[in-house]
């Protein structure tokens, strides 16, 4: 065993639960392909891609904001937000709904930056209050209803169009994946981030510029829950002011299923990914439960098996964590 | 107001920093009497009883969480599962007393247990969720993650996602009733945030919470079961939870599982922070989390009386979050 770990890098635990991600998503795709015969088809694979596309991004922007020691609760109502304002620009053109979509999106960022970084609030308290606020906002741009788009603009191809015959939503989130591991792997602010993550202290006496980094990462979450809320927008015809709710929670636990600590310090672009994709993975497979009437399972039950799946995930990951230590 | 911790040097600050002490030491407090002051001269008929009692019996709920909530966060921990936690409670009480769970023939002891059953279900989930918490170290955010997940498909499972209508004079006493002219669960409030606070102030019990949260190991070190602890206060906190869903649905004469209890955790967590409790743990001021609730309560009152849309006290709300917690902290540094 410690030979094949040594075998394949692991060096820390953070690894180990990496790599137990990753397998359990093969193991899971492996389980859904024998079981169902339209599991591996054209079309659910690019209609799951389709559709999680959005908590995919958000889900990295979290696990940036995380690696910091951060937490960033506004997401959903960034999301909610830029989802309005998309939907109200979207008549002028494909483009004005996008970037003012991520505009919203940058601008709660922004606001979550100030707020931690300059008025030194915990990222918690500092992200539910603009998440509040981001709500507010949008149930007022939108008049307390959800604001259909243009047709006419081309805007609801950002949702609803392909590329190559991939989903333009999947191509969006696998660029932003490719820009984040960059980010993480090659450029200095990711090992900044992981410094900031590890010590704010040690960080700042070492030189790092931990306010500016700090507010880079708040930024790029907020784009890229606004760049969700353009997609949701797009892709379901309207802006929704009251969607969202839960999507915070939702990234989070995709951050720590893909083996990042809350604690910061460390974190992978790449689990993250795979933590996502598993706990979508498990919806789509309950959804194929229950289209082919193997057992009817309620859209109440799914919720059941998901906080039970998220159990089983984080119990697991404790138990691997505190065998490592005891042997360290 | 009570706060449990070392004030040391605090009358020592200069004096430019003087006004951040004095507003984090009763800046909500202030907040709270300006707030009134404000209705008092610009909101027509605020000085009315029905004024009082709309707004003491819509706080009652969140007070009730944010108590339990105020202990957890005491201990350097966080309870999301609250609402879900409500919701399951509130599911449940009806099929009690309605008799879908099992049949009770006499309706006294139907109503009792549908008082005391569903209490203890969710405190037993807290109980649980101490478990995650303590047993296999998971972090309180995620550990209670997962009941806000499951929590309330549960609920909607035990209900088939069904609105539960009732009557039920007996039960709905909880919501519905006066003693002496006072609502019943404003008395209810008021005594769970007496019991907390003479809690926290005189009993070991009490002061073992703070230690934790203040510094777990040092706590452990001195022989405090921290463990016990730990989990005592999230099944507190869940308990409570399922007082709170109780009045919920007893105030509604109706129980909906897809809706009670949602969004109570930031409800709660909003009013231990406006009230003064840091996150970090290590501090429990019962009395700052009863106002800070009042605060928020008395602000999205004054702002709808005024002709302000819901959605624009959500701003305010908001700013008024930021705002408290910034004074709080400043006062703390000086």
Redesign the interface.
Known sequence: MNALLKALALRSPGDMARLGVILALLGLILFGALRYDNFLSQYNILSFLRYNSMFALIALGMAFVIMTGG?DLSVGGAAAMASVIAALLSPHHWAAGLFGGIAAGLAVGALNGF?VTA????P???T??????A??????LAG?QSVSVSYDSGFTEIGQGDFLGFPIPAWIGLLAYIAGWLVLERLPIGRHMLAIGGGEATAALMGLKVRRTLIAVYLGSGALAGLAGVILASQFGAGQPTEG?GWE?FA??SV?VGGT???GGSGSVGATLAGALLLAMVFNILNFENGLGWISL???????????F??IV??LQ??L??RREEKA | MTTIETQAGANTVPSGKRFFSLAGRYGTFAAFLALILFNVVFTPNSLSLQTLNVNLTQVATIVIVAIGMTLVIATGGIDLSVGSLMAIAGALAPMIFMGTLFPIANMPVAVALALVMPVAVTGLLGLFNGFLVTRFAIQPIIATLVLFIAGRGIAQVMTNGNLQVFRNEGFQFIAMGRVAGIPAQVILMAVIAAIAWAAIRYTVFGRQIIAVGGNEKAARLTGIPVHRVKLFVYMISGALAGVAGLIVVARNSASDANLVGLGMELDAIAAVAVGGTLLTGGRANIIGTVIGALVIQLVRYTLLANGVPDAAALIVKAALIVLAVFIQQRAGKS
Do not use: C, D, E, P
């Not at chain 1, 539910?128 to 606020?133: P, Y």
């Not at chain 1, 709500?135 to 007022?140: E, H, M, P, R």
């Open positions: 937490i707020i008025m030194r609030i915990q918690f308290i500092a539910l209050a603009t998440m509040l606020a709500y507010g906002t949008a149930l007022l307390n709710v929670l989070i636990a720590v600590l809350l604690t309620s859209a109440y039950w799914q919720s059941v098996i998901r906080g039970g998220l159990l984080v119990v404790a138990r964590m505190s």
